[in-house]
Structure formats: structure tokens, C-alpha cells
């Protein structure tokens, strides 16, 4: 449906249930309910954990692979994946096992499918360590970032990671991908 | 009407009603023919009954006593215990739940909301809606935050839809076929009648740039399961739902409020939606980047899938029943596509080699569940039946040989029907029956 359409489908719903226009006019939208609150980005940035590709709110903060390596086993990341990051009842988070050669059902990996650095860090900030997510601060996270990344060989053992240098790392899978419907973005 | 011919002994069919290989029968062949079929019903209806066998009639027991008393929320007969869904982690272990829906056991197309898949990874949150926002944020002009109540006084829409997992069907990408139940093979596809607020009636509220590509929409579970998605399909029919089947969203299917994109791999219909950012960029989150891009032979990965594509699979009869001898059957299943309406329904019973017209029930609903039904006789022989959709835009379920050249098959036969292997399967699904009436899963 086209945007006009979806304004004209609104339009008939709100006639039929005569809902009576709303003062708030500011979007010339005078027939639509308008019952959200007005809210500043600064109100919401204790929400706002979406990290763009480009590094797009990437958090101040940084973090090293050696400082890593200890706040994996602080966590309990080892519990669940393996000493190391190797891999236990959850996926190996450090390895080199080829995606080419191992099917269809090949394991994913950060190394070998993962298309952005970024995506690193939103997923360990939004959803770990699984039984307490978001405990993490952000320099934790950028530590673990450094530990995965610096154990798959894709950054110096000595690398910093920051807002600036996190996006910079490119993934070896990153230009394998192909967009399945295009027409639909 | 010509010439009757003998059905294995239990009722009589005319020759010209047969319409494909191993007897599949005309859609039509009891609809609308009454008058014939009520004289061959006086010829033998129902097997065996010559009326020899019958004993007379009695009072059955549970007449004859006052029931049990009529409860506030109605509780489903003890006969029917068994019909539930299966899961992948009983015990809440720290990690992913799945919940099968027992399509095999189920008929119509309205799931029951109770019976639902569902997928969660960090178990049922306990949202109090009165205290639960939604926000819409990002390139907008006027960012806003919604209360449950106030979003319960916007215009509401109402549609049946079908929500698949991106992973279902999974075993069905095995080399050779894996020998379980539709359950286990397609459990994670459900049908509901949903109800709420279009999402472009916000959009249109708050003020999108124009520049805007994207939303990334994100949860209030503890995961904060988080997805991309296209504003294209946003403003086209994307809505805001509150109820399911009439009554307010179970807590496992992300009460109090889900989005729900109509035909697109569940994972994106993200539930307890609390904020959604639009941005001009998708912002590739673990779901995208990871587990709904499917490997394909080449090694290189399909991104951005999102469409659940025309698909259709026999219920009933399927693995697990049994044929109670040669004779008359109807065929059933569910066909479903994420790009529009059923229009038909092919299914053959001698393993592809030739197809007659399913009857397709209506009212048949964009991108919901539509039944259909064609009845067969079944002469004892080894038989294999399987089903193939058309949906109103053209498109063709795949046969399996196509569909395994583009996507691909596991190089060992698999073992686990709970694990992944790859997303978006939507090719045939063959039941082999075998002259004792016992039914195999095959491939055609």
C-alpha cells in the first residue's frame, strides 16, 4: 500500500469510528488521534542501544583484548562458550572453521559469515551475558569486542577498540552476501 | 453422470470424477452432486455397516448425570490431552524456548492462541501494561512516546495472518528425508485473526523524513530482541496489535503490544515493541547479520530474506496416522503465502506424475491460512501424496529438485529436527503411504 493509500485507508477508519479531531495539529494532521507525548532523543537515549554499521552511537569508551580475557572469565562468557571463547554448549566465539567446504549446515561464525564489526558490540551490550543482559558497562563491552575480534586474528593483540576504530574493521565475510528482494527495501 | 465404478468395497464413485493418477477424486465430487451421492450413500455408506453388526442403540452414562460446572475460562475435554504443542526446552534452561504448534491434530486455519508456536529466548517477560511505552524516535520530526491507553483509543484494524519462523521447516533441508511428524517438520507456523493500530497511522503522526529507508524496531524482553525493517513495508500493512483471536495478546506472544508484518519471517514481528527508530540505514543486529541470512551452495548467503513464499503441506493424512484400509479419504492441508491470496491448490497422489485442483475454502485471506480439501479413493496400493500452492501473484511453490539446485540440502542426512540447518524453506512436502496404510515421510 502506498503511503496515500494508507493516509486514505486512516482517513475512512477515522470516519467510521468518529473520532473527533484532536487540537494537536502541528503535522496537518487534524483528524488523527495524536495521543503521543512529545519526547527529546535525550529522554530516550537510555533506550536508544542501536548501533548503526557506519558506527552510528557507538558509545564512549574503549577496551583491549588482554582486558578482555579476564572479564570473559569474570563473566561466566566461558560458562556457555567454551575456555578461550572455543566453543561449548553455545557457539565457539573464537575459531577458524571454514564456512566453505562444511554445507549448507556449516556453522556460522564471527569469522567466517559475520559481515560488521558492529554487530559485535550491539549483540554482547543488548542481549549478554544471557542470564543478565545490559549489566555490561561499555568499556566491558569493548574489551570483549577486542578479545573475539583479536582471537580470530581480524585485529592486533594490542588493538584498542573505540567508537572510531571498531567500524574500521573489516570482516572477511563481509561482500559474500546477496540482497534476497531488493524491490521490498 | 456416467457409469459408477466400486471404491474398495465401501462406496461407489462415477468414473468421470476421477481426475488424477491413483484416484484422486473431482474437488467437487460430493459438493454440489447431492443427489447422486445421497443414492450412492443408500448403496453402502460408511465401511463395513451392512447392518449385521449393530447392536441397538443405548443411554449412554454421561447423559444421565448433571456435568461438571461451566468455569469462567473454558477448559478444553480431557479427550483431547494430547493435541499440545512440543518444546525444546521444558525446564526454562538458560537458553532459546520453541514451542511446536500440532498442526497435524488441528483443522480450519484459525490456530488456537494457546496452541500457537512460539519462540522465546529468555523466557515470558511479565509486562504491566500500564506502565509499558512504545516510542518512535530517530529521523522523525516530532518523536513520541505512546501509553498502552492512549494507543487503545486509535482506530483499529482486524485481519487474519499467518506468522512463520524464518527457521521452520528446517529438517525439510536434509539430504535425505527425516522420518517425523508435520510438527516437528512445520510446527513453527501459526494462523490468527490480530487486532490493532496500523503502524502508518503513528508514522504519519510523528512525522518521517523523507530520507528514511529504515526502522529498527526492538523489544522489552529481556533479550531486547531487536530487527531492521524496510518503512516500505511499515506504511503498507504493518500493524500495531494488541489482541489475538479476539482476546488481548497472550504474554508469550508479547502482550501488551507485537508488531506484526504480515507474511515476513516471524523473528521480525518483534513482541512487547517498545521503540522504534527510523534511520536511513538497517542496522545489520545479530538476526539479520546472522540467522535468517541462509548459506546457499556457493557459500555465498542470502540477506534481507524476509518473505515467508508460497507454501502449502498435507495434514491430514500425514505421518503418524494410519489408513484404516482401502477405500474413501479426503485429503486436507494448509497453504499460505507471505506475497498475497491462495489461488490453487495442486495435489497429486502418485508422486508428482500428475495434479488435480484442490478445492481451496474460502474466504480465501491475503497472507493467511487457507484450507483446502479433495477427496480421494485410496485402492490399497502404495500411494504418494503431496500438495503444490499457487498464490494470486503467479507464484509456484518450488519442486523439491528446483528448490535444492538454488538452496541447497545438508551433506549428511540430519539427525536433530530441533536445530537449525537453513531458513526459509517452502518447497513440497510428500507423505509416501504403503499398501498396510502406514505413511512415511518422502521426497518427490
Known amino acids: 500500500m502506498s503511503m496515500s493509500k494508507s493516509i486514505a485507508l486512516s482517513a475512512i477508519l477515522l470516519a467510521n469510528i468518529c473520532i473527533s479531531a484532536h487540537a494537536d495539529d502541528t503535522n496537518g494532521l487534524g483528524n488523527h488521534p495524536n495521543l503521543g507525548a512529545p519526547i527529546t532523543e535525550n529522554d530516550i537515549k537510555p533506550w536508544d542501544i542501536s548501533i548503526l554499521p557506519d558506527g552510528t552511537n557507538l558509545p564512549p569508551g574503549s577496551g583491549t583484548a588482554e582486558k578482555g580475557a579476564k572479564i570473559f572469565v569474570e563473566k561466566g562468557c566461558n560458562a556457555c562458550h567454551g575456555d578461550g571463547g572455543k566453543g561449548g554448549n553455545n557457539p565457539a566465539l573464537i575459531t577458524d572453521k571454514p564456512l566453505v567446504g562444511n554445507g549448507i549446515e556449516a556453522a556460522k561464525t564471527i569469522k567466517n559469515f559475520w559481515g560488521h564489526s558492529t554487530t559485535v558490540f550491539d549483540y554482547i551490550r543488548r542481549a549478554m551475558p544471557w542470564p543478565a543482559p545490559r549489566t555490561l558497562s561499555d568499556d566491558e563491552v569493548y574489551s570483549l569486542v577486542a578479545y573475539i575480534l583479536a582471537g580470530n586474528k581480524l585485529i592486533d593483540d594490542k588493538a584498542v577498540m573505540d567508537a572510531k576504530t571498531l567500524p574500521q574493521v573489516k570482516m572477511p565475510n563481509r561482500d559474500n552476501f546477496i540482497i534476497r528482494f531488493p524491490d521490498r527495501i | 453422470m456416467s457409469k459408477l465404478i466400486k471404491g474398495g468395497g465401501t462406496r461407489h464413485f462415477a468414473q468421470d470424477d476421477v481426475v488424477a493418477g491413483n484416484g484422486l477424486l473431482h474437488r467437487r465430487a460430493l459438493l454440489g452432486r447431492g443427489l447422486v451421492m445421497a443414492g450412492a450413500a443408500g448403496v453402502g455408506f460408511g465401511a463395513g455397516t451392512t447392518g449385521a453388526g449393530a447392536e441397538p442403540l443405548k443411554e449412554p452414562e454421561w447423559s444421565r448425570y448433571q456435568g461438571t460446572t461451566v468455569e469462567p475460562i473454558g477448559r478444553r475435554t480431557k479427550y483431547e490431552k494430547n493435541t499440545v504443542r512440543t518444546l525444546s526446552n521444558p525446564n526454562g534452561e538458560p537458553r532459546t524456548q520453541h514451542a511446536r504448534a500440532p498442526l497435524h491434530m488441528l483443522n480450519g486455519t484459525i490456530t488456537p492462541s494457546h496452541l500457537h508456536f512460539t519462540i522465546l529466548h529468555n523466557g515470558i517477560p511479565d509486562i504491566d501494561p500500564d506502565q509499558h511505552k512504545f516510542v518512535i524516535h530517530g529521523m522523525v520530526k ?75 524496531a526492538e523489544g522489552a524482553d529481556t533479550a531486547a530482541i531487536t530487527r531492521s525493517i524496510p518503512l516500505k513495508k511499515a506504511l503498507d500493512d ?206 518427490v
Open chain 2, 142 to 216: 516530532n518523536p513520541k512516546v505512546f501509553t498502552m491507553d492512549k494507543l487503545m483509543r486509535y482506530p483499529m484494524v482486524t485481519r487474519q495472518t499467518f506468522v512463520e519462523c524464518g527457521g521452520n521447516s528446517s529438517p525439510m533441508f536434509s539430504k535425505e528425508p527425516v522420518q517425523a511428524n508435520l510438527q516437528q517438520l512445520h510446527g513453527l507456523v501459526s494462523n490468527s485473526e490480530w487486532t490493532g493500530v496500523l503502524l502508518s497511522t503513528l508514522l504519519e503522526e510523528v512525522g518521517v523524513d523523507p530520507k528514511a529507508v529504515w526502522m529498527i
Open chain 2, 238 to 443: 504493518a500493524i500495531l496489535v494488541m489482541y489475538q483471536n479476539g482476546e488481548r495478546l497472550m504474554a508469550e506472544q508479547g502482550f501488551p503490544l507485537r508488531l506484526l508484518l504480515p507474511g515476513w519471517e516471524g523473528n521480525m514481528n518483534i513482541k512487547y515493541i517498545r521503540r522504534l527508530k527510523i534511520t536511513d540505514q538497517p542496522a545489520m543486529t545479530y538476526y539479520e547479520e546472522r540467522n535468517y541470512s541462509p548459506v546457499l551452495p556457493d557459500y555465498k548467503a542470502y540477506r534481507f530474506y524476509f518473505i515467508n513464499e508460497v507454501k502449502s503441506f498435507i495434514t491430514h493424512p500425514s505421518f503418524g496416522a494410519k489408513l484404516d484400509g482401502p477405500g474413501y479419504y479426503e485429503i486436507s492441508g494448509i497453504a499460505y503465502s507471505g506475497t498475497g491470496r491462495i489461488e490453487r491448490v495442486l495435489v497429486s497422489a502418485d508422486g508428482g506424475k500428475s495434479w488435480a485442483d484442490a478445492a481451496v475454502q474460502g474466504p480465501t485471506m491475503h497472507k493467511a491460512f487457507t484450507r483446502f480439501h479433495i477427496p480421494w479413493r485410496w485402492d490399497g496400493q502404495p500411494a504418494v501424496i503431496t500438495s503444490r500452492a499457487i498464490d494470486d501473484g503467479g507464484n509456484v511453490q518450488p519442486l523439491r529438485a528446483d528448490f535444492v539446485k538454488a538452496r541447497g540440502e545438508t551433506m549428511e542426512p540430519i539427525k536433530n529436527t530441533l536445530a537449525f540447518y537453513s531458513q526459509h524453506y517452502n518447497s513440497l512436502t510428500s507423505w509416501g503411504i504403503n499398501a498396510k496404510g502406514e505413511i512415511s515421510h518422502v521426497y
